[in-house]
T-cell receptor, first 112, second 114 residues
């Protein structure tokens, strides 16, 4: 089955810096890659996703890139703000109904 | 449109007790899920359902049971609670498209077994 690895487990940056979180997946048939943000004590919430027919997607300060050949995808946050501090999860699944497989999470801390 | 609603939000159980976590969604999603999240860890799938009357095991189903009698409801039953079941439980739902399924989570249920 699919296996998703996520790095780093913890990331500390200064406000205004960029943050990059990387994930790799094992199943070459996977074609849907969402990213979830989970604030302390809250539910995971979708922040951006990408499908295999595109290599990059941007939404304001957040972007996701996908390299299907290398089977990895990354989350990029620019101009980080303290409210970006949270745990971020990547995930992967195949077409149609397939269970999402989550990475282990990255705790991002943005210091003022 | 409330999304995914789960109850209770907090519960303390004694070892050996049983309980049901309730989950309902009003988005007419076919697919529903139960995840557990241990402190500082990721999400592990307990059970899922692709429609009313159909359920299947996820990664960590032992000690749990589910049912799906309607599209809206997907309760999770804990039998003979054990300390290892202390966790945060998230119910979720999705409407899978041809190229992936966006999952929407409930607010979570914090369960402590003592």
């Amino acid at each position: 089955g699919e296996n998703v690895e996520q790095h780093p487990s913890t990331l500390s940056v200064q406000e205004g810096d960029s943050a990059v979180i990387k994930c790799t997946y094992s199943d070459s048939a996977s074609n849907y890659f969402p990213w979830y943000k989970q604030e302390l004590g809250k539910r995971p919430q979708l922040i951006i996703d990408i499908r295999s027919n595109v290599g990059e997607k941007k939404d304001q300060r957040i972007a996701v890139t996908l390299n299907k050949t290398a089977k990895h995808f990354s989350l990029h946050i620019t101009e980080t703000q303290p409210e970006d501090s949270a745990v971020y999860f990547c995930a992967a699944s195949k077409a149609g109904f397939q269970k999402l497989v989550f990475g282990t999470g990255t705790r991002l801390l943005v210091s003022p | 449109n409330a999304g995914v609603t789960q109850t209770p939000k907090f519960r303390i159980l004694k070892i050996g007790q049983s309980m049901t976590l309730q989950c309902t969604q009003d988005m007419n999603h076919n697919y529903m899920y139960w995840y557990r999240q241990d402190p500082g860890m990721g999400l592990k799938l307990i059970y899922y359902s692709v429609g009313a009357g159909i359920t299947d095991k996820g990664e960590v189903p032992n000690g749990y049971n589910v049912s799906r009698s309607t599209t809206e409801d997907f309760p999770l039953r804990l039998e003979l609670a054990a300390p290892s079941q202390t966790s945060v439980y998230f119910c979720a739902s999705s409407s899978a498209g041809k190229t992936g399924n966006t999952i929407y989570f409930g607010e979570g249920s914090w369960l402590t077994v003592v």
